[in-house]
């Protein structure tokens, strides 16, 4: 079974690798296209939500968070 990695990046998207399954709340799934690697919205403001669409670059959105440790 291969591993889910969820990497934070800085002032963008949460960019998730490996097997997913992405649902909402009523436990339909959102077509990832058989990606590997999917990047998805932090800021709120993509027009593709769950998605990234690069809105973070021209809102403004910052965040940096660090891991304890």
């Known amino acids: 079974m291969s591993d889910v990695k969820v990497v934070v990046r800085d002032n963008g998207p949460f960019l998730v690798t490996g097997p997913i399954t992405i649902e909402d709340a009523d436990g339909k799934q959102f077509d990832v296209g058989g990606k590997e690697t999917v990047a998805l919205c932090r800021c709120g ?24 440790g």
């Not at 403001?45 to 998605?51: A, D, H, I, K, T």
């Open 45 to 68: 403001q993509s027009e593709r939500r769950p998605f990234c669409d690069g809105t973070h670059n021209r809102c403004g959105f910052e965040s940096a968070e660090r891991a304890d």
